[in-house]
């Protein structure tokens, strides 16, 4: 089930950096509401919100998936920041995030928080 709440979400909800693992180096931290095509673009403008809860892959774990579709103000392309929030026993796990492009390419898994 999808449910379309644009008007009650706004990116501010979004953290400014996602992190991903270095080894044992620790963990890199990058800016998720920033333009992922060439124009590297900082203004981005939210245009829909929808969430729609995943099948269970293991028992005791539900997801959560967020599509964010933004528009850079930049170059004026869109994508989708999609954060896919694991939860167990009604916390918060962690949350993977991935970029979909304006072809509805998935470019992959961008970081977590």
């Not at 963990?27 to 245009?47: F, S």
């Not at 919100?49 to 959560?64: C, L, R």
């Not at 929030?85 to 998935?106: F, L």
């Amino acid at each position: 089930m999808v449910f379309d709440l644009s008007d009650q979400h706004t990116l501010d909800e979004l953290p400014d950096y996602v992190y991903v693992a270095l080894g044992r180096r620790g963990m890199e931290p990058l800016p998720l509401k920033e333009c992922t095509y060439e124009c590297d673009g900082k203004d981005l403008q939210l245009l829909k919100f929808s969430q729609t809860k995943a099948s269970p892959i293991e028992k005791g774990v539900d997801e959560i998936i967020e599509d964010w579709l933004v528009q850079c103000e930049k170059c004026k392309r869109q994508f989708t920041i999609r954060c896919i929030v694991r939860y167990a026993d009604g916390e918060r796990i962690d949350t993977r995030v991935d970029i979909i492009d304006d072809t509805d390419k998935n470019l992959g898994w961008l970081g977590s928080y």
